[in-house]
């Protein structure tokens, strides 16, 4: 065991997220806080849990499909977010197992998702994931080909979409692709946007943030890389 407490990590961050919101003049139940606990085992997400969070993020299916049924079984509040690159033919996987999918990004996945929540009776919240800064490595869609891909996940896929998710480049200051995705979500009447990371989540606040994605500042720094 080490000696980092992720508990006193998820109080901090819960103090810094309201500070955040009163400073900003923003209602703190209108920000939901995701735990993202890739790379953490289960009996590290556990006192989490006890300690009453109940939103996680996960980046990878397998992953998920390992730490979270059993965890499930004692806490089955818990709600599970998709915040990982999502292959399509995990597409199956994913709707069994998460209540949010926050990485929509692409026509083949709208098709595999369409067809899987259309055969099960699950039906995941769905977030489209913009790449606001356009980077070739990085998933999401790029924000002049957003208004089309929202467009076709309706009425060519028949998807509701909820929200946008954003991740900005490291080397840019962030605030500008949150405002951008605001400006987009704002256009089509989407309620939820997710962004904002440990580094960056009082700014993703400032810009209307509903869903801050928050790993390290509560579990402590991640020894696997990640994507
Ligand atoms: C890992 C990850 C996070 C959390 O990052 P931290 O810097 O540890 O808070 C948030 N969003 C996505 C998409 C991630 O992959």
């Known amino acids: 065991m080490s000696e980092y407490s992720a508990v006193e990590g998820l109080k901090q961050v819960q103090e810094s997220i309201r500070r955040a919101a009163s400073d900003h003049g923003r209602d703190p139940s209108g920000i939901t806080l995701v735990a993202v606990s890739k790379t953490f085992p289960a009996e590290e997400i556990e ?10 993020g996960e980046n990878y299916v397998q992953e998920a499909k390992a730490k979270w049924p059993r965890l499930r079984e004692r806490f089955p509040d818990a709600e599970l977010h998709m915040i990982g690159p999502l292959q399509s033919n995990k597409a199956r996987e994913a709707v069994e197992l998460f209540d949010v999918i926050h990485t929509l990004d692409r026509p083949s996945l709208a098709e595999a998702l369409a067809k899987e929540i259309a055969r099960s009776a699950r039906k995941p919240c769905l977030l489209v994931q913009v790449n606001t800064g356009e980077e070739p490595q990085k998933g999401g869609v790029i924000p002049t ?10 009425s060519r896929y028949g998807l509701q979409i909820e929200g946008l998710m954003c991740i900005p480049p490291a080397e840019d200051p962030p605030s500008p692709h949150f405002a951008l995705l605001n400006t987009i979500a704002g256009r089509h009447g989407l309620p939820m946007l997710s962004m904002g990371m440990s580094a960056d989540f009082d700014a993703a606040i400032q810009l209307g943030a509903t869903h801050v994605r928050v790993g390290s500042a509560i579990f402590g720094a991640r020894s696997r890389p990640s994507k």
């Open 47 to 56: 006192p989490v849990l006890a300690a009453g969070q109940r939103v996680f």
């Open 145 to 154: 080909e957003i208004d089309a891909f929202l467009e076709a996940c309706h």
